[in-house]
């Protein structure tokens, strides 16, 4: 079903000069370091440090969190997943060598794809294709409108006011904050439903999250269950010695029994000789 959500190119406008506003230090300096790291590296770097500096902007917007300049480098961590955006980049080179029109319908259509790789943490074909699906779902001509606001006609109007103003370039160090403001609030609008999606999933988690309690006490159990039996076999060890010592006693007795006897009956036939013998002399 194809999506209805609008874009208000306004609200984006306004996300991007507010951050400016608030964090003008971080966000202009960090722009300047993705675009150094992109130029000594010919673009190859690109990925991992412009998807830092994007990764930035999202939380800030999503969830009200207070950049620190270190933030600009968390693209790092994922180096090995956004280091193909470079070939992103590359075919949207190609595709403006082309008569233009290829490198603006490349660049319109693969115009999440970083986003998505940095903040969702997808592969670089996935991101590809869930980009596409979502700009034509959403109206590609909406977004290649958005493509052209933010990029090209800026781009295309600093360089002129420069060359009749030489010292307005350094106007241009504002741009890269400002793209990739309006390109981050555009993200977090759009794929919305996805944050919304994924919340039954961390509730079906957090059950989850207490079964090592629930081994604990299982483990618990079993040991007081062990110690128990233990307990138990301890006391029927206890009563069975006790019988063994018992009937050792009896054994014991019983010999000195017998020769008590013998000796009395021995005895006995001692002095019914000595009386027969009396009874002989008399």
Not at 5 to 10: A, I, Y
Not at 45 to 58: D, E, N
Not at 180 to 208: H, K, M, N, W
Request: hydrophobic share 45%; charged share 20%; with cysteine.
């Amino acid at each position: 079903m194809p999506d209805t959500r609008s874009m208000n190119l306004q609200i984006y406008l306004e996300d991007a000069y507010r951050l400016i506003k608030e964090e003008p230090v971080i966000l202009i300096l960090g722009g300047l370091v993705v675009q150094l790291a992109a130029i000594l590296t010919m673009g190859i770097l690109a990925g991992p440090f412009l998807g830092g500096y994007l990764l930035l902007i999202i939380y800030c917007l999503r969830e009200n969190r207070k950049p620190k300049f270190n933030d600009i480098f968390s693209g790092l961590q994922q180096f090995a997943n956004l280091l193909p955006y470079f070939l992103v980049l590359l075919t949207i080179f190609i595709g403006f060598m082309l008569l233009v029109l290829p490198g603006l319908v490349f660049a319109t259509w693969w115009l999440y794809v970083l986003p998505l790789m940095a903040d969702k943490k997808i592969s670089f074909s996935e991101a590809m294709k869930l980009s596409t699906n979502k700009v034509n779902e959403t109206g590609f001509l909406m977004h290649l409108i958005f493509l052209l606001l933010i990029t090209v006609l800026p781009f295309m109007l600093l360089n002129f006011i420069s060359t009749m103003l030489p010292f307005l370039f350094v106007l241009k160090i504002l741009l890269p904050p400002f793209q990739a403001g309006c390109l981050a609030s555009l993200y977090v609008d759009q794929f919305r439903e996805i944050d919304i999606e994924t919340e039954p999933e961390q509730e079906i988690a957090a059950p989850v999250a207490e079964t090592p309690q629930a081994a604990e006490a299982a483990e618990l159990e079993a040991q007081e269950g062990q110690e128990t039996s233990q307990a138990e076999q301890s006391v029927s060890d206890n009563s069975a010695s006790q019988e063994n010592n018992a009937a050792d006693s009896l054994r014991d007795e019983k010999p000195a029994h017998g020769i008590d006897a013998e000796q009395h009956h021995a005895e006995e036939e001692s002095n019914l000789d000595s009386d027969r013998n009396n009874k002989d002399k008399v």
